[in-house]
């Protein structure tokens, strides 16, 4: 499934390599595209402020998602697919971290973040806690109850990618370099270099064994 500047969405045959549909809907440039875990939802964020929400089989619209009180910046799906948690930005600097229902398109929380918008984000995978990336800053936060837990402090870049073990014991993120925190502990564990440039994505094997990271 890919997202693009032309405002719309493919999806594509992996093994044949054949275009299935073009989703059109979207009134300015796609950010990030993203699939449910049991692949039946395309969720898509856009610069035009909105959150879609797309039927995978059926490849139509199901929900439009966004209050158009902020560009989206980044969002996440919650492991067990029931919400969609989104950062945006907007020029007047309400700046916020959103809470949806994926199904109702219903906004439950929606969490203040001063003046420093969210550039990424990440969900543990019990779904009880979020993190998100604010410049040189992290926060973490009660995905429940809505609540900042902590904020982690210290970076020299900007947070441009963030990711999770999938035990929630580390979290890893990626800016000039590629670090790693306890998140428990709150102390930094390792600080990678090898890019020549910014590190713009991040993945973990399932094992927790390794990290894969693009640049």
Do not use: M
Request: one cysteine or more.
């Amino acid at each position: 499934v890919l997202g693009s500047l032309d405002r719309t969405i493919e999806v594509w045959e992996l093994n044949t390599g054949k275009l299935l549909n073009t989703l059109e809907g979207h009134t300015d440039s796609i950010e990030s595209v993203a699939i449910t875990s049991d692949n039946t939802k395309i969720v898509s964020g856009s610069q035009d402020n909105t959150i879609k929400v797309w039927d995978l089989s059926k490849l139509k619209l199901l929900k439009t998602l966004g209050d158009k009180s902020g560009r989206i910046e980044c969002f996440a799906i919650t492991p067990d697919n029931s919400k969609i948690v989104s950062g945006s930005q907007s020029q007047y600097q309400d700046n916020t971290i959103k809470i949806w229902n994926i199904n109702s398109g219903k906004l439950l929380k929606s969490l203040k973040v001063t003046d420093l918008n969210a550039d990424s984000l990440a969900i543990t995978s019990d779904n009880s806690k979020i993190v998100s990336g604010h410049f040189v800053t992290i926060k973490v936060w009660d995905l429940n109850k809505g609540k900042l837990l902590k904020t982690i402090e210290g970076l020299s870049d900007n947070v441009t990618c963030l990711a999770i073990t999938s035990d929630d014991t580390k979290i890893v993120a990626g800016s000039g370099t590629i670090r790693i925190w306890d998140l428990k502990a709150d102390n930094q564990q390792a600080n990678f270099n090898g890019h020549a440039s910014t590190v713009a994505s991040i993945a973990i094997t399932s094992d927790n064994s390794k990290i894969v990271s693009g640049s």
